[in-house]
């Protein structure tokens, strides 16, 4: 990641005050009203970058949640005992705790700020329609992710996708009918970015353009079409995506971090043979790769096996490699295996194995010689995103979506992997 973005962004945040914190102004106040009547162009500016910043509020919960359930980590923590009890299954998930509350209340508290950025943007006699148009298809995409990684969490008990008026919130929708307003709500900010001009900063990917962005767009909409099982509907967003079957995996979009003043570290990031607080890969990572993967690099060997609660491992994650490595949002390599997927379900099963076998020569495998049907290409699928994708939030999902939650292991007698989390008590209330 270059070292420029990092700065840039850092000095935006230092103008921003409790933005750091992904908050803006207070909707009740004088100062936020006016802004939202007709706001400075650096007034919106400000509530644009407060609105991407907030995106990485407690990533470091949402990803150790679901990382926990789809038994990739383990986490160990002398302060937390509930990542070993509750978060493993011993007893129910607590619906007012901070693995509950909080990635929700972030995730809101940015659709929040999208909304009121869209409102100051709407109202603003200070903007081309065009430069409009790249504020408004901005935010509908980041609201849509946010929305997506809410239901990822609450799965069937659902989200409330309509949350724009604070006095009259939309209902809470099931998982399908969620899921289709997120994906119309790309669709709606692929529409605004269309033509836009973007003149505001933007730190997920280098050279903003509006094609850039329209490129993120349709790369989450392939993400939720295949979550919606919408095949054909996938490849048509990859061929609008920064999709590449021979580029580079990496390619795409970020949260950035840095140790700059006014900036933050990489919430995720935890240093290799820690104490106290560690991060582990599940034992089975290491003992069902291939030999010879290079994806083994991402749970590197420990000094000594950390142990709590009858749980061992003796491998750290090592995905993010110092407190100012990137989060990746979505990159090329889930791209790739998107492209896979939807061709297995289609049938055109060539085609997937075209896309596999670039994953898996990439990584110092042989190419695929197993039965060429769908049943075996599905589970070949899955097993390349659980290597792939390691720690990157999607393996609890995966085999969620396909009915295979109970092949996950539970290490100890009375462990469960759950479904889904619960509405957080102050939403229930």
Known sequence: MKQHRILLFSAMLLGLGACQKGEIPNLNTPVASQIIANGTKEQIDNLAVAMESGTRLTLNTYYDAIGLQG????????????????????????????YTTNPWASRYRVVRQANTLMDAVNNSSRLSANEKKGYLGYAKTIMAYQLLLALNMQYTNGIRTD??????????????????????????????????EIVFPVSIVTDVTAAKLMQFNRALAARVAVYRQQWAEALTALNGSNFSLLGDFNSGYVHIFSANSGDVLNPV?????????QRLAHPTYAAQIAPGDDRIAKATLRAAPASLDGLQSNRDVWVHRSNTAPVYIIRNEELILIYAEAKINLNQLPDAIVALNRIRVQHNLTPYAGAVTQAALITEMLNQRRFSLFAEGHRWIDMRRYNRLNQLPNDRPNDKVWDKFPIPLPESN
């Open 163 to 196: 949350v724009k008026d604070a006095n009259n919130l939309g209902p809470i929708k099931g998982y399908p009918e969620s899921l289709t307003d997120i994906a119309n709500m790309l669709n709606e900010g692929l529409t605004d970015l269309t033509g836009a």
């Open 269 to 277: 990031f935890l240093p290799q043979n820690n104490s106290g607080e």
């Open 71 to 98: 038994r990739e980590i383990y986490r160990f923590s002398g302060s937390e005992p509930r990542y070993t009890t509750e978060l493993m299954g011993t007893s129910p998930l607590d619906n007012n705790t901070f």
